[in-house]
């Protein structure tokens, strides 16, 4: 008889989501090539379609809607609570649209983690696709950073540049940009849940004892080592 070998734990993650998830279902597909479960989806919105990729996949869910609170932190502490009943090891924005309180980032400070559809810091904020062929940009891409007070403007631990073809206009754009980000947000998860990926007392990524002093990033088709 063949002894079974012990699987080893796997970091529980808490999705956060808004709308379609298609990050979180490029997370759930990858759950098996890394050491992550995610354990619960929650959204502030109740019909959020990525509710039910996370429904199918058998991951609980939840819905706080922050139209039910009178003001932000009173709705960012009300989730931050609900989050910690599942004790989880890192919580990811996956399509989360909210602007998130001080206070709660500085709660999960280090195990908040975001995917951005540009090549930070170029871009912050909304409409990106729009905004890099209004500059001539080149090149557009997808950018995981850890979550500060600064909107977007965490410090960036893995990108993926896409290139802007002739005749691009934003949507034909966005969907490229999107498989990026379904290529790097996964592997920076794993990353984390491998406990290779930190983030340091000075606010800066650290990945394999390493401080990252620019971002990693990938071309277009390329993947990263694990």
Request: hydrophobic letters at 45%.
């Amino acid at each position: 008889m063949t002894e079974e070998v012990p699987q080893p734990p796997r970091m529980p993650v808490v999705a956060l989501i808004s709308g379609a998830g298609s990050n979180l279902g490029a997370l759930i597909a990858a759950q098996p090539r890394w050491p992550y479960r995610i354990v619960a989806v929650i959204s502030n919105e109740a019909q959020a379609l990525g509710l039910e990729r996370a429904r199918d996949a058998g991951i609980p869910t939840a819905v706080l809607d922050h139209r039910a609170y009178p003001d932000r932190p009173a709705y960012d502490q009300a989730l931050a609570a609900r989050i910690d009943g599942y004790a989880p090891g890192l919580v990811v924005l996956a399509g989360f649209m909210r602007i998130l309180t001080p206070v709660f980032v500085a709660h999960f400070r280090g195990r908040l983690l975001n995917i951005h559809p540009s090549l930070l810091p170029r871009f912050r904020g909304l409409h990106t696709h729009r905004r890099a062929l209004e500059a001539g940009e080149t090149e557009h891409g997808a950018s995981v950073h850890f979550v500060t007070a600064e909107l977007d403007g965490g410090p960036v631990i893995l990108q993926a540049r896409v290139p802007v073809q002739p005749g691009d206009d934003p949507p034909r754009l966005g969907e490229r940009v999107l498989a990026a980000e379904h290529r790097v947000y996964p592997m920076a998860v794993g990353w984390f849940a491998q406990g290779r990926l930190g983030l340091e007392e000075d606010g800066r990524a650290r990945l394999d004892g390493a401080v990252l002093d620019a971002a990693l990033c990938l071309d277009e088709h390329q993947s990263a080592a694990q």
